[in-house]
């Protein structure tokens, strides 16, 4: 069975929001980025996105587009996010997800980029810019099945009654949610239309949900219980690793994690 379904019946099990975390590869460094991992899942956060940095990641905000440039600049390849999701996934126990932008793929190899994700130990996949319709001629949903990788569908309050029908007979594993319009970043509370969107959502989909986009408070885990089963956190992470003192960043990271569960 695919770790991310382990994880969402450990999580179903202890009554509690789940919590997804994020990372981009090569940020600040590989070295660096591994740590992050391990950290995360010390800390006890449920799943990683492993972000594939991109040079035009259109749905993040200011913190993770930062982080994708940078890493760039560094000379983080494809290849490299490929080492860290091999040397991770035997290191840590948690499902490890690669996030990114179909550009990727699509330069990579659909059919060659879902082998080699697998044999690296990836879990799921999570890119929002691939529409179902370019299916029958990128076989992407085919290839993901063939190698066992969950193919996360994501969904925004913009979807429409269609959209959601057409993701909800496909879906596997959990849906991402994005629980506001716009773009990723932390926000001091949550989407006023939120829990009347989930319930729209839930009429069509069996699946536990994941909120992300403005994720960033306990209070906003708390504010999740009942209404999702999984909490992103991303730019949040970025934000208190950045902000910390120099060499205090991922104990300050820790802190901020530490604080989230506590919202449990």
Do not use: W
């Amino acid at each position: 069975m695919n770790r991310i379904n382990l994880q969402l019946e450990k999580i179903k099990q202890e009554k509690r929001v789940g919590i997804m975390a994020h990372i981009v590869c090569g940020y600040p460094n590989l070295s660096e980025s591994r740590k992050f991992i391990k950290l995360m899942e010390s800390c006890g956060v449920d799943f990683i996105e492993l972000q594939i940095p991109f040079s035009d990641p259109m749905a993040d905000g200011p913190t993770i587009m930062q982080a994708n440039q940078a890493a760039l600049d560094s000379g983080i390849k494809v290849k490299d996010c490929f080492r860290l999701m091999k040397e991770m996934s035997r290191e840590v126990e948690i499902p490890l997800i690669f996030m990114g932008y179909f550009n990727t793929v699509f330069n990579y190899g659909v059919e060659k980029f879902c082998k080699d994700a697998r044999e690296a130990g990836c879990s799921g996949l999570i890119f929002p810019d691939i529409p179902l319709e370019e299916e029958c001629s990128e076989y992407f949903i085919k290839y993901a099945k063939e190698n066992n990788l969950i193919l996360i569908r994501v969904l925004s309050p913009a979807s429409t009654i269609e959209r959601i029908k057409k993701n909800a007979k496909i879906a596997d594993g959990f849906l991402y949610f994005v629980g506001r319009k716009g773009i990723t970043g932390q926000k001091s509370a949550l989407d006023k239309n939120l829990s009347a969107n989930l319930k729209k959502i839930r009429k069509y989909f069996n699946i536990p949900i994941a909120v992300g986009f403005g994720i960033s408070e306990k209070k906003h885990i708390k504010a999740l219980k009942n209404e999702a089963e999984i909490a992103v956190i991303g730019s949040a992470v970025l934000n208190a690793y950045n902000s910390a003192k120099k060499g205090q960043e991922l104990k300050e990271v820790e802190k901020f994690l530490k604080s989230l569960k506590r919202g449990n």
